[in-house]
């Protein structure tokens, strides 16, 4: 198993860059480990066939790893520029383009990744604002065009003034890096999610029950389309709320 970093920092040995270290850290217990520092290269976009040796040595390192762990801070509320700048001019390669210009994961298919951000603002800021989402956001939104699986985010909060990572943080991250490394199965998760469906239909179908048994204390619900009415109305807020937090709130913030 070979794990790739990948730094899109303005500062090499910066929070981000211990972020990065500690993963590759609990990563190197079981796997051959590297890393790049993007502010190392100078990287420009593919042009009218031109050589590009710099995006192709890059290129050789991402197909050569199992496992990519992409850090790169918060900046203005979305990914550095360093690793934007990275992500765009890969683009073009991290998959194929079929006639109407979609990305057809090609042969990054099925490697791993992590994702790493961070951010001055506060672990509860973070939480109720998403300061870190749109970092997040942007790497996901690359790396499954190029049919990457991923396999947890990690987030570091509070940074202003911070020159060392903490011993949570540090800890957290070099499990992060264990796992990673030695994660083998493939994105076949079909199975969980379908028990997790069941799950989530099975607690809300109770929750809403209990909810309707409160409301028949208070208004009449013996006529059966009282009691359907009713429970569609409480499964539906109930349901758009859990659809809400995974699909917008699902980043990890804290
Ligand atoms: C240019 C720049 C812009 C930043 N923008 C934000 C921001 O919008 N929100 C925020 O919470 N932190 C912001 N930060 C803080 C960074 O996200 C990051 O936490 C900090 O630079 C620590 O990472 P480092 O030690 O790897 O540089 C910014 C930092 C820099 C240098």
Redo the contacts with the bound molecule.
């Keep these: 198993m070979r794990v790739l970093g990948i730094l899109g920092?303005?500062?090499p040995n910066?929070?981000?860059?211990q972020s990065l270290q500690a993963v590759l850290k609990g990563a190197a217990e079981t796997a051959t480990t590297d890393w790049i520092n993007l502010a190392d290269y100078q990287i420009t976009a593919d042009h009218d066939n031109q050589p590009n040796p710099v995006l192709d040595s890059l290129e050789a390192k991402l197909l050569a790893a199992d496992v990519w762990i992409l850090a790169a801070?918060?900046?203005?509320?979305g990914l550095s520029g360093i690793m934007k700048n990275f992500l765009d001019c890969m683009r073009n390669r991290i998959a194929r383009y079929n006639a109407v210009g979609e990305a057809v994961p090609d042969r990054f298919k099925n490697k791993h990744y992590v994702t790493i951000t961070?951010?001055?603002?506060g672990g509860v800021e973070n939480f109720v604002t998403g300061?870190t989402d749109a970092a997040f956001k942007t790497m996901d939104k690359f790396l499954t065009m190029g049919g990457l699986i991923k396999v947890r985010e990690i987030v570091v909060t509070k940074?202003f003034g911070m020159t060392t990572l903490s011993t949570k943080k540090q800890a957290e991250c070099e499990r992060a890096g264990q796992r990673a490394a030695t994660k083998k199965e493939r994105d076949d998760n079909t199975m969980k999610r379908y028990l997790e469906l069941f799950g989530m239909i099975a607690v809300m179908a109770l929750v809403t029950m209990g909810i309707e048994a409160g409301i028949g204390r208070l208004l009449p619900l013996d006529n059966f389309w009282a009691y359907y009415g009713v429970f569609v109305v409480v499964f539906y807020v109930l349901l758009a709320s859990i659809l809400h937090f995974f699909t917008v709130v699902k980043h990890r913030r804290r």
Excluded: H, K, R
């Excluded at 910066?14 to 860059?17: A, E, L, M």
């Excluded at 801070?73 to 509320?77: Q, R, V």
């Excluded at 961070?118 to 603002?121: D, F, G, T």
């Design positions: 920092s303005q500062q910066g929070i981000t860059g801070p918060t900046y203005i509320g961070n951010c001055y603002a300061v940074t």
